[in-house]
């Protein structure tokens, strides 16, 4: 097996999903690394002491924007030229719009939201959580070359400690990949809660029915000694700020208590807390996804169960 | 302004279950559209109501009944469906799906192509990414809010870092999110109106596509096994009947958690 890992990085450091399935592909075999971006041949050197072999470096000012079409034209050349059998990406918005438009430019097949990859009888299969993670899926591929994006935290990055050699790549983009332009792009959040570290976790979504009932939520978190969070419908809506978001596009966590309030559980959701300890989920439909994940499904009414539940853990803790 | 929306049938939810013998989604019950889809189609009538005039064509990939499916896009607005519909399709990977839409997309030259956030049976979100490559054209996906003026689409997009702005210049595909608008409903007269809709039915050689590009023998990914998950712990469902409260409370004492 040959690999090509797409290692994206953010504000010069690398994003820990792509680490964590380098880490996975070195284990596996032969891992080479690509980064792609503009003024990133620094950064690019430390991919060895994350298992890369080699990193190629595709330094333009034309890549600075993470933006997915020209990124393809680059992994396109680099497969194309040097035989890469099996290209891995850690799941991101950029990442799998990449490994899509790659999978088409190559003919390649794509298996995606992976949780694990093993070689089995000298061929590649990958394990896939599906219909709400009740069935375990092995997907195969059946030609060369294979593309592969794995979920959110599949793999934790080990530092080896390496060196790796570092290569430029010539960049030569395609017309249409650059007819989308970055006008304002995003920058990590300083501001705002940090709530990845917390041991308890209280997420509000769009059940609570309208900003002002935020209150129930915050509250419920202050007594529980924990942070409050929000599902995505929320933040786009405008009840809570970005900083505090848990799912795909928003932080990962993984406290010892989630507590998630008038919250579906649609994937973009569960994908960012799916690792947390136990779960109690209360919601009015007793058909949200969110119950086939929770230790403790309540269905009801958030607005007559949460402010009875904070006063009785006010109680029990003091 | 042209806009045309890539919509899927789906089995219901509660329904959804994989066939042992193909390995593959059994569709053979009741379904309906794709929900994250109607985002889609909102936003292709919103486009076309602030441009003032236009076309929105939806266009599928699946069996003759998700016509039924599209019907409800044509209820909500939209003027015309083109269904390819083809045997030799069942078990397309992306691949071979992509293949297809951007044949049908090829033929009607639409200036904006939308896609809905995901299919809500295989949790999908990348297929629009396969089709803007196959297609030439720019992409922007995750798309929070969408403008269309000047003969760009401007973009406020979600990363897992913030909100970016991007412009891409028509004709382009773009992904929209759940939350980029709230869909209507289809009214009474929208429903009536519905059956009189053009709806046409496209084989994929009319596209210009042979079988062995088709289903699995077009496909480069493939189901080898079923299994079943790891064991997650009990789980305890209470309905409210006013003591959810001290029952939480009870649950979280005996795991020391208050």
């Known amino acids: ?318 | 302004m042209k806009i045309a929306v890539c919509v899927k049938h789906v089995p219901e939810q509660q329904a959804k279950r994989i066939d042992p013998a193909t390995k593959r989604l059994d569709r053979s019950g009741e379904g309906g559209l794709n929900p994250f889809d109607s985002n889609a189609i909102e936003e292709a009538l919103r486009v076309k109501e602030a441009t003032g005039d236009g076309e929105v064509v939806l266009v599928s990939l699946g069996p003759e009944k998700a016509l039924d499916s599209m019907r409800k896009g044509l209820a909500m607005g939209a003027d015309r469906a083109v269904l390819v519909s083809d045997d030799a399709a069942a078990g397309s990977d992306l691949v071979a799906t992509s293949l297809v839409l951007a044949k049908a997309l090829e033929r009607e030259q639409a200036d904006l192509v939308l896609f809905g956030q995901q299919a809500s049976d295989s949790d999908g979100a990348v297929l629009w990414a396969a089709v803007a490559d196959r297609l030439r054209l720019p992409l922007v996906s995750q798309a929070a809010e969408l403008t269309v003026a000047d003969g760009k689409a401007r973009v406020k997009r979600q990363t897992e870092f913030g909100y970016d702005v991007i412009e891409a210049t028509l004709p382009a595909v773009v992904a929209v999110s759940d939350a980029i608008n709230e869909p209507r409903y289809p009214s009474l007269k929208g429903i009536m109106g519905a059956k009189k809709k053009p709806q046409e039915r496209v084989g994929a050689d009319e596209l210009g596509i042979e079988s062995a590009q088709l289903g699995e023998a077009g496909s480069r990914t493939e189901v080898i096994a079923l299994n079943d998950p790891p064991a997650r712990g009990d789980t305890t469902r209470i309905e409210d009947d006013g003591s959810a409260s001290e029952k939480i409370v009870e649950f979280l004492a005996e795991r020391r958690m208050v």
């Open chain 1, 1 to 318: 097996m040959s690999f090509l890992v797409f290692l994206e990085h953010h504000e010069g450091d690398f994003v820990k999903n792509s680490l964590g399935v380098l880490a996975k592909a070195a284990d596996l075999g032969e891992a080479d690394a690509v980064v792609i971006g503009s003024g990133v041949h620094e950064l690019a050197a430390k991919g060895g002491d994350f298992g890369a072999r080699k990193v190629w470096v595709a330094d333009d000012a034309g890549l600075e924007a993470p933006l997915p079409q020209p990124r393809v034209d680059v992994l396109e050349r680099l497969v194309r030229d040097h035989g890469y059998d099996t290209v891995l990406f850690g799941q991101s918005v950029l990442a799998a719009d990449v490994a899509a438009g790659l999978a088409a430019r190559l003919d390649a097949g794509l298996n995606w939201d992976l949780t694990d990859l093993l070689e089995q009888d000298g061929t590649l299969v990958g394990k896939r959580p599906a219909l709400q993670d009740s069935v375990l899926v092995d997907v195969g591929w059946k030609s060369e070359p294979r593309v592969a994006l794995f979920r959110s935290g599949a793999f934790d990055p080990t530092q080896a400690g390496g060196e790796a050699e570092v290569e430029d790549v010539e960049v030569e983009l395609q017309d249409f990949s650059t007819k989308a332009t970055m006008v304002e792009q995003a920058h990590a959040e300083s501001e705002g809660p940090s709530i990845e570290d917390d041991d308890v976790i209280v997420a509000g979504g769009r059940g609570l029915g309208g900003p002002e009932h935020f209150k129930l939520v915050e509250e419920l978190a202050q007594a529980l000694g924990g942070a409050v969070a929000a599902t995505r419908a929320v933040v786009d809506a405008g009840w809570y700020p970005y900083a505090a978001q848990v799912g795909q596009t928003g932080k990962t966590v993984s406290p010892k208590l989630y507590v998630a309030v008038g919250i579906s559980g649609a994937i973009q959701h569960k994908v960012g807390m799916q690792s947390s300890g136990t779960v109690v989920a209360i919601n009015k439909d007793g058909n949200a996804p969110i119950f086939e994940f929770a230790d403790l499904g309540v269905v009801g009414d958030l607005h007559e169960i949460l402010p009875k539940l904070t006063e009785l853990v006010k109680q029990r803790r003091s």
